[in-house]
């Protein structure tokens, strides 16, 4: 990694076992962790490829799989990516900088139908890459294939530069809403959920 990114300069080093812990916690107890793939899952087709786009300890990939899609994860943090692959077999789980990406060199050399980055993971990459990772992440989905960023307001990262970051990859904005379960935007939510596309 060129840069360390936001969640190891901006946390302690218990933090990566702190989260795997916590989700492992939140799934024991029923919590409904899958909110972010329902949404993806009604936006492709049936075995769609899907990037999940820094996917920390699995949940979103694992969801994905679970409803017949083929799941790429990539996440810079080792210890996530082992708790994902301990907890969800079946997706392809891998360790990687999202403003390096490059599935081709990995073995992933297809496009894929979407991308989902969740969990605040621009909040998190590290400063000034934020454009780049976008267009990492774009350039691995197809034509006409979707981008769906969730990401907290009061993160450092507003919401009118992400817009302008996207745009500037080739990225158009299609929706935006306040949650993962589409409540309507409003310029005083905490969250931001938007869709991308790439042009065909």
Do not use: I, K
Request: proline share 7%.
């Amino acid at each position: 990694m060129a840069n360390p990114t936001r969640w190891v300069t901006d946390t302690g080093p218990e933090h990566s076992q702190w989260y795997v812990d916590r989700f492992r916690r939140l799934a024991a107890e029923g919590a409904d962790l899958a909110g972010e793939a329902r949404l993806l899952d009604a936006m492709v087709p049936p075995r769609a490829r899907v990037l999940d786009a820094g996917c920390g300890t699995g949940r979103v990939g694992a969801a994905l799989h679970a409803r017949g899609h083929l799941v790429v994860g990539v996440d810079a943090d080792p210890v996530l990516v082992e708790a994902a692959r301990a907890d969800h077999p079946g997706p392809r789980w891998l360790v990687g900088d999202l403003a390096e990406l490059d599935l081709t060199a990995a073995g992933e050399p297809e496009p894929f139908d979407a991308a989902v980055l969740a969990g605040n993971v621009m909040a998190f990459v590290a400063p000034g890459t934020e454009r780049q990772v976008l267009d990492r992440v774009a350039a691995h989905v197809r034509p006409d294939g979707a981008v769906v960023v969730g990401f907290g307001t009061d993160r450092g990262y507003r919401v009118t530069d992400f817009d302008a970051d996207a745009v500037a990859v080739g990225l158009r904005p299609e929706h935006r809403f306040a949650t993962w379960d589409l409540r309507p935007w409003r310029d005083d939510a905490d969250f931001a959920v938007t869709v991308l596309r790439r042009p065909a």
